[in-house]
């Protein structure tokens, strides 16, 4: 069966980094795209990153040029490097997929990692 393991996820301080990883197990990983998504308190779950099977990205607006999203084929794993951090990125990190070439909403999700951007 399909499985998603965030990890990677804590506190760190404003302007700070942090890597999310996101292993993967029950599906054939290289051929299927992989999303980022999170979900702050009160809020609805939003994308953030995004990549296809052959490597094309997506991401939102609100974190372009700051989060890089990669995948690791060799390891069924997909990354979320996150830089510049501020406040509002403070969210549950979930990695997701929907089992296509091309990255749309997951019907798999991993349980979560919480991401706490403070001073």
């Known amino acids: 069966q399909v499985q998603l393991v965030e990890s990677g996820g804590g506190l760190v301080q404003p302007g700070g980094s942090l890597r999310l990883s996101c292993a993967a197990s029950?599906?054939?990983?290289?051929?299927?795209?992989m999303s980022w998504y999170r979900q702050a308190p009160g809020k609805q779950r939003e994308l953030v990153a995004g990549?296809?099977?052959?490597?094309?990205?997506n991401y939102a607006d609100s974190v372009k040029g700051r989060f890089a999203i990669s995948r690791d084929n060799s390891n069924n794993t997909v990354y979320l490097q996150m830089n510049s951090l501020k406040p509002e990125d403070t969210a549950v990190y979930y990695c997701?997929?929907?089992?296509?070439?091309?990255?749309?909403?997951?019907?798999?999700w991993g349980q979560g990692t919480q991401v706490t951007v403070s001073s």
């Open positions: 997701g997929t929907n089992l296509r070439a091309t990255w749309g909403p997951p019907r798999y």
């Open positions: 029950g599906f054939i990983f290289s051929i299927n795209a």
């Open positions: 990549i296809s099977s052959g490597g094309y990205t």
